[in-house]
């Protein structure tokens, strides 16, 4: 995994001196949790453990990029590729970004660089990204972003998860593009 920039942005790999930012900007954001289905931080302590956890990931080549605005050296988003399979040439994407700057093409911006990079440079042929439909306005800010990217609705597994909280079902969402629609 490298580093890449764009830019507004440095993506890079996670320090221990980001949880600060990552604890505020991102953690404890419960309409994020529900969306990317994990539970909202108590503390900054949790916070620091995800970081360990990713930083133990990049030994054993897993992707996990922070998001820092270049303006104000804040991390304010993550992009992690996941369940990557060599041998199909596949993998899985999430991402998020603060609420501060979802209005912002940020994440737009930062998911091209990425998906060029998995699919241009580390010869991926697909990657996919999916989320549950919870929180109404992350699902049309998320499904935007996706769709200007290049990437394209594959499918709504319905009702794929009961939110705790509501007792709702939610839909899952996936999306996908391959190395041939990359712009």
């Given at each position: 995994m490298k580093n890449l920039e764009t830019k507004n942005l440095k993506i890079r790999k996670f320090k221990i001196e980001d949880a600060k930012d990552v604890y505020e900007n991102l953690a404890t954001e419960k309409e994020l949790a529900d969306c990317l289905d994990y539970n909202v931080h108590r503390n900054i302590q949790e916070t620091e453990k995800i970081?360990?956890?990713?930083?133990?990931?990049?030994?054993?080549?897993?992707?996990?990029?922070?998001?820092?605005?270049?303006?104000?050296?804040?991390?304010?988003?993550?992009?992690?590729?996941?369940?990557?399979s060599r041998e199909n040439k596949c993998c899985k994407i999430k991402f998020e970004v603060g609420a501060k700057w979802r209005k912002s093409d940020y994440m737009e911006e930062a998911l091209k660089k990425v998906l060029n990079y998995l699919l241009d440079e580390e010869g991926f042929n697909i990657v996919i990204s999916n989320f549950y439909d919870g929180n109404e306005e992350i699902t049309k800010k998320k499904e935007t972003i996706l769709k200007n990217v290049g990437m394209t609705k594959e499918a709504c597994l319905r009702s794929r998860k009961i939110n705790v909280e509501s007792g709702k079902t939610e839909n899952k969402i996936i999306y996908s593009i391959t190395k041939e629609e990359i712009a």
């Open positions: 970081l360990f956890s990713y930083i133990k990931e990049y030994e054993m080549g897993e992707f996990v990029w922070a998001l820092e605005e270049k303006s104000t050296k804040s991390v304010i988003g993550i992009i992690k590729a996941q369940e990557m």
